[in-house]
């Protein structure tokens, strides 16, 4: 059913509800626009009700589990930790409603307009919203496009939701299996297989590829391995999943790898192998927006499509799929929208992935400034030298490292893997972002004693002159893997 023959008016239309579409949404509104936002299931997306949210929740309770569960090592006796499955699923959702309700009392206090449906371009001008109530007809002057990303499949392997799972059915289990295959360690298969074995699951992780987290810093890798083997998590680098055979009990998960063809028959299979950018069928041919090779939105500096009325954000452009890269390419789009000098240009993106020990980088690898021409000095500082490491209970797993430019000094990336890098990382960001010299790192004086202190003496060591470890030599050193393992 059609309501009608009248069309809404719009300044702005926003398609997509998650962390690109609903800050854009707010932005362009806190500019003076009208703005009309379009969601067809959840206001805050993929990440605050199927992903960053509720994982981080879980990894939360996992990691307090095995706090408990160790805590005899500082004079804490306890009973063993069970596990309220039921009760911990919850808990993880009132957090995530919580959120949800705050995302619209914000859209509402900012004069935005929500309409709940599946929106459809009809035109460079107009849309469509299929609803509950019928067809809504809108004609805006700017439209936002920020539908996300979705879960990939793999070929001839798909999903049912019970036995052969992806992300959001992990985060919503009804029971726990006892052993798990978890294809794909990336962030998404760090973080569930680390949350489900320290709940009690005997994980086996598959990676494709021959090294762990290759986009990372070559110090990384060695730390979070030897960790996994911590955790009695067995990780197999260089698998080629084959095919997976599941019956109402079971999977068999076929893989070869460069010496063997092997199989693994376990209760569940997470496939996290990646997302793809929800750029299909909704129109987008129809109005002339270009997709690149991959099926991602292209788009220029100022986040306009080659239609330049409108504009696109977040996991449907290509980069990195991360919400705060969306949320900071909306707010782009919005000020563009409304006539303001925004642009998305040189901005350093920070990663940041929840396994134990935590990892999070900004800028540049060692062998990224390589391959660009730039010489660097770097600095390494153990986490465990540092003394708020050891009173706050941790093993002292990890380093910070800062590399600069040789030449300039410059601050061209920070490499954190241990407690806490999810937070310590904000340091970084700004560093990078700003130019900042490395010396402005150690001339600032980081409270004591604090988990910061690490960037400080990473950064003196770059002159070789951190105070709390010894290390005679040459200046700026790198470690090898057998001393990455030993941190």
């Known amino acids: 059913m059609v309501m009608g023959?009248?069309?809404?008016?719009?300044?702005?239309?926003?398609?997509g509800g998650g962390t690109g579409g609903y800050v854009a949404a707010i932005r362009a509104a806190q500019l003076g626009l009208e703005v009309t936002l379009i969601e067809k299931t959840a206001l805050g997306g993929v990440c605050l009700n199927w992903g960053c949210i509720p994982s981080k929740a879980l990894i939360h309770v996992a990691s307090l589990k095995k706090q408990i569960e160790e805590a005899g090592a500082i004079g804490l006796v306890t009973a063993p930790p069970k596990v309220d499955l039921a009760a911990v699923i919850r808990w993880k959702d009132t957090i995530v409603d919580k959120l949800r309700k705050g995302i619209e009392s914000l859209l509402a206090g900012n004069g935005v307009t929500v309409v709940q449906g599946v929106a459809h371009l009809t035109g460079p001008a107009?849309?469509?919203v299929e609803t509950d109530k019928g067809v809504h007809r809108f004609e805006f002057e700017h439209a936002i496009l920020a539908t996300g990303s979705t879960a990939a499949e793999l070929p001839g392997m798909p999903r049912d939701g019970r036995i052969v799972i992806d992300s959001t059915d992990a985060l919503q289990p009804k029971s726990l299996p006892d052993q798990l295959a978890v294809i794909g360690a990336g962030a998404v298969g760090l973080e569930l297989g680390i949350v489900y074995a320290k709940l009690g699951t005997q994980v086996t992780i598959l990676e494709g590829a021959p090294r762990l987290l290759p986009m990372l810093d070559r110090q990384i890798p060695p730390v979070i391995e030897k960790s996994l083997k911590r955790m009695n998590i067995e990780l197999v680098l260089g698998a080629s999943v084959k095919s997976i055979d599941s019956t109402d009990r079971v999977a068999t998960v076929r893989y070869t790898t460069p010496d063997d063809?092997?199989?693994?028959?376990?209760d569940r299979v997470l496939v996290a192998v990646g997302r793809r950018p929800n750029t299909a069928d909704f129109g987008l041919e129809k109005v002339g927006v270009k997709l690149d090779k991959r099926g991602f939105v292209e788009v220029n500096k100022r986040m306009e499509t080659s239609v330049r009325n409108i504009f696109a954000v977040g996991d449907m452009v290509a980069g990195p799929m991360l919400a705060h890269r969306a949320s900071y390419?909306?707010?782009?789009?919005a000020e563009v929208i409304a006539g303001q000098p925004a642009a998305y240009e040189a901005v350093e993106v920070p990663l940041v992935i929840f396994s134990d020990p935590e990892i999070a980088m900004v800028g540049l690898?060692?062998?990224?400034?390589?391959?660009?021409?730039?010489?660097?000095?770097?600095?390494?500082?153990?986490?465990?030298?540092?003394?708020?490491?050891?009173?706050?209970?941790?093993?002292?797993?990890?380093?910070?490292?800062?590399?600069a430019d040789e030449e300039t000094g410059r601050v061209v990336g920070v490499h954190i893997v241990g407690p806490s890098a999810s937070d310590l990382i904000a340091e970084g960001?700004?560093?990078?972002?700003?130019?900042?010299?490395?010396?402005?790192?150690?001339?600032?004086?980081?409270?004591?004693?604090?988990?910061?202190?690490?960037?400080?003496?990473?950064?003196?060591?770059?002159?070789?002159?951190?105070?709390?470890?010894?290390?005679?030599?040459?200046?700026?050193?790198?470690?090898?893997?057998?001393?990455s393992e030993e941190l």
């Not at 023959?5 to 398609?15: C, E, H, L, M, R």
């Not at 709390?468 to 470690?479: A, E, Q, R, T, V």
């Open 5 to 15: 023959d009248f069309a809404q008016g719009t300044q702005v239309a926003v398609i």
């Open 126 to 128: 107009s849309l469509s």
């Open 261 to 266: 063809e092997k199989r693994l028959e376990v």
């Open 329 to 333: 390419q909306g707010k782009i789009a």
């Open 365 to 403: 690898t060692e062998e990224q400034a390589a391959e660009q021409g730039i010489k660097v000095r770097t600095g390494v500082f153990p986490f465990k030298a540092l003394g708020r490491t050891l009173t706050l209970g941790e093993e002292g797993v990890g380093f910070s490292k800062v590399v």
């Open 429 to 483: 960001c700004l560093a990078v972002a700003s130019a900042a010299h490395y010396e402005d790192l150690t001339l600032t004086m980081h409270a004591h004693p604090t988990l910061p202190e690490s960037i400080e003496e990473a950064a003196e060591q770059i002159e070789h002159h951190a105070i709390h470890i010894f290390s005679p030599g040459k200046k700026g050193p790198s470690l090898s893997r057998r001393e």
